[in-house]
């Protein structure tokens, strides 16, 4: 059997993932499902970066061990793709003990096989912690061109790969295989990178505990990209290949996988993937990944989709609100895949809204292809008790619809080869359109010969035309519920299970494309029950409800902070207010020129310490503030908290430069509920004191260097 493997990102565990993380499995998952249709082995790798500054300072803020902090964020991640229904085969995460092993293994193999290519020398430049990357060699101030965060100087002994020394070879690996980055548009900024001139880079660092130890210098530990991207050999059981080389790793184990046939991952970490990784595998004299493919980013109102932004969307509420609208009939993990493979052109950036999901999922999902579905099932049940009608002779009608040359060789010619060379090509948006093309034709179909007419007919003809129509549709439903299962796993199995071809043909995921032939649905066969397998939804009930779901994940800090009390100067950042805002309310903002924030507190309302307690505030550092048009007092703050960067609304215009607040450690209440301020998300609360009648706020800074994270009790 041919095999196939290849990868996901290793993503990182420090946040929550959202859709934007999703989107890169889903499109993976589809590819594997597909994959598995055209009879391959497949092994789909997915899996977690759990080493580095980020993670150890994420760890420290939850006041967690980075070991116990990644393992809890581990299995969120697993519960996640479980909830997308995702069949990865493999789960790699570095903090595995025979990770340590890989990585330590692919460097003593680059140092004998291309003696000097890794050597140590002093290191100073800006990094950026956040992306884990670097920003440039030079000391002076830069910010991350991806994230936007001030880079950090670092400076310190470390060792070297010498990177430089591979600029030729990759540029003639890229020449002779100009698959290796896709789309082609892609491969043509890689190149251009590298013909600029390549620097060797640090794969150490002395600073941090967290990450794999280097061999015989316990001082660093492996720079996070070579430790991560060794990530996707580890997972396929590289660190067993050395102790039982031979038939079992080339029958089960490490070659039978490797090389990859290709690594999924989003444009922003291309230069990792088809630069750092082909050279660091190029020095150990290991075989190259067939191909790196990227895909471009989820955009929400025109912006990337991110937590720090405070805009991104969340799989999560979407998969709640199937559940309870359709009663569980629809996996909202399936709308959601459908919708971003369907909507984006792969490998630009696309942008996605509830609204946009709700309005594919009613047109698409449920009038074109669900009317389909039930009108064929009802009609077979009702004209045909139930059974698959047998047509006599080969009528010339199923030449006109689906799959129309499908009887010949439906690999080979026909619409089955078209959707199997778009997702060969990775356009799935394509291979969509095209059976969407399909659903629209047989829709058109029914309308045109009025099978309920036929029905009523007497005519031995009329009984025949009606068996044909039903069989044609039938059985074009059979072919686009396989073509469909790679997007719509869980719908294309109730249309199976429907159409009665588990029990006569076995389940749907063990179809094979190249054997789909015309006929293949055996009448006397027994239709299922009519249960639409999409019913349609209320748009505005329905966001509605998104809304209130996607609140609803945030309750149990909604609970804290609508129990946290505001005292006085303790409250800051404001909504604009035309008359005095009450203090720290439910929200994330209160006036600072309210009278209250300046109001003692009178000692019959004395709080406990377990009320104190409630309040989460944390040491964060400004790294960026601009002003929010159409509001004079108000700045939109982004704070890193170590764990995350939150956006907040801040009152303090009036009293602050955007430019004197940028590096400030301050001090923010960070469990209170998300609130928007002229349309802006305000994620936290600054606190200042609140002074004079007019209270002008001060922000509350440290004298003392603090980390950022660091809990205030
Ligand atoms: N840990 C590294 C990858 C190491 S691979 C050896 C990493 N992790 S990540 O969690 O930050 O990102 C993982 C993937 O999610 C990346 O491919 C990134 O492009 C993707 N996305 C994150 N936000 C995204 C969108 N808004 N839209 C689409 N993909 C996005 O990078």
């Given at each position: ?15 929550r ?14 590819y ?12 789909f ?12 300072r ?13 393992a ?82 670092i ?90 080389a ?20 989003g ?59 359709t ?76 799959l ?10 026909g ?17 969509l ?16 010969r ?67 032939q ?53 409250v ?51 790294v ?28 303090i ?61």
């Amino acid at each position: 059997m041919n095999k196939f493997y290849f990868t996901t990102p290793l993503y990182y565990p420090n946040a929550r993932l959202h859709a934007g993380h999703a989107y890169t499995t889903l499109v993976c998952d589809a590819y594997a499902r597909y994959k598995r249709l055209c009879g391959y082995d497949v092994a789909f790798l997915t899996g977690t970066d759990e080493h580095g500054e980020k993670l150890e300072r994420a760890a420290v803020a939850a006041g967690m061990t980075p070991p116990a902090f990644v393992a809890g964020k581990r299995a969120e991640i697993q519960k996640l793709w479980k909830l997308l229904d995702i069949s990865y085969t493999h789960f790699v995460y570095t903090d595995r003990p025979d990770h340590t092993v890989s990585v330590q293994r692919l460097l003593k193999l680059a140092q004998q096989n291309e003696p000097g290519v890794v050597y140590k020398a002093q290191y100073q430049g800006r990094y950026c912690i956040y992306d884990e990357r670097y920003i440039s060699d030079g000391v002076e101030p830069v910010n991350c061109d991806i994230c936007g965060r001030p880079a950090e100087l670092i400076s310190e002994h470390n060792y070297f790969f010498k990177l430089s020394a591979f600029q030729d070879r990759l540029l003639k690996l890229y020449e002779e295989n100009p698959q290796f980055v896709q789309p082609d548009f892609r491969l043509n900024e890689v190149r251009s990178f590298v013909k600029s001139g390549l620097h060797d880079i640090s794969i150490s660092r002395k600073r941090i505990k967290w990450g794999v130890p280097w061999p015989d210098d316990p001082e660093q530990v492996f720079y996070v990209w070579y430790d991560a991207l060794t990530g996707y050999l580890t997972g396929i059981d590289y660190a067993a290949d050395g102790e039982d080389a031979g038939k079992r790793a080339r029958q089960e184990g490490f070659w039978k996988w490797w090389p990859a046939d290709f690594h999924m991952v989003g444009k922003d970490i291309i230069r990792f993937h088809a630069v750092y990784w082909p050279a660091f595998l190029m020095a150990a004299g290991l075989p190259l990944p067939k191909s790196v493919v990227a895909h471009g980013w989820l955009l929400v109102e025109g912006d990337k989709m991110s937590k720090s932004k405070g805009n991104a969307v969340y799989p999560e509420p979407l998969a709640a609100l199937f559940d309870s609208e359709t009663h569980g009939v629809v996996a909202g993990s399936d709308v959601l895949r459908y919708y971003v493979l369907r909507d984006i052109p792969f490998g630009h950036d696309g942008m996605i809204s509830y609204e946009g999901l709700i309005q594919r999922y009613n047109s698409d999902l449920a009038n074109d292809l669900g009317n389909l579905v039930n009108r064929t099932v009802t009609m077979i049940n009702r004209y045909c008790d139930g059974s698959v009608p047998q047509v006599l002779g080969t009528p010339d009608d199923f030449d006109r619809f689906l799959l129309r040359r499908a009887q010949e060789n439906a690999s080979t010619t026909g619409e089955i080869k078209f959707f199997r060379d778009f997702f060969e090509e990775y356009n799935f948006s394509r291979s969509l359109d095209m059976l969407w093309q399909q659903i629209s034709l047989l829709n058109q179909y029914l309308v045109s010969r009025q099978p309920w007419v036929l029905a009523e007919a007497t005519t031995a003809d009329a009984k025949e035309q009606l068996r044909v129509v039903l069989y044609t549709v039938a059985e074009s439903l059979r072919f686009l519920a396989v073509l469909l299962y790679p997007i719509l796993p869980h719908a294309a199995t109730l249309l199976w299970r429907q159409l009665g071809c588990e029990d006569s043909l076995g389940k749907i995921e063990n179809q094979r494309l190249d054997q789909l032939q015309w006929g293949g649905l055996k009448p006397g066969t027994k239709v299922g029950k009519l249960e639409p397998i999409f019913p349609r939804l209320d748009k505005n009930v329905a966001l509605e409800k998104l809304l209130k779901l996607e609140a609803a994940e945030q309750e149990p800090v909604a609970a804290a902070s609508e129990s946290a009390p505001a005292k006085e100067g303790k409250v800051e950042s404001q909504p604009e207010p035309k008359a005095p805002a009450p203090v720290a309310a439910s929200g994330s903002v209160a006036s600072t020129a309210a009278p209250q924030a300046t109001a003692p507190t009178p000692t019959d309302q004395k709080i406990s310490i377990d009320d104190f307690a409630k309040v989460e505030m944390r040491v964060g550092e400004i790294v960026s503030a601009e002003p929010i048009a159409g509001a004079k007092k108000l700045l939109k703050l982004m704070v890193d908290i170590g764990s995350e960067v939150r956006q907040v609304c801040a009152g303090i215009a009036e009293h602050y430069q955007p430019e004197q607040l940028v590096g400030m450690k301050v001090v923010l209440v960070a469990n209170l509920q998300p609130r928007k301020l002229r349309g802006v998300e305000s994620n936290g609360m600054i606190v200042a004191a609140s002074v004079g009648d007019e209270g002008k706020p001060v922000l509350v800074t440290f004298k003392e260097d603090v980390p950022k994270g660091a809990r205030l009790k």
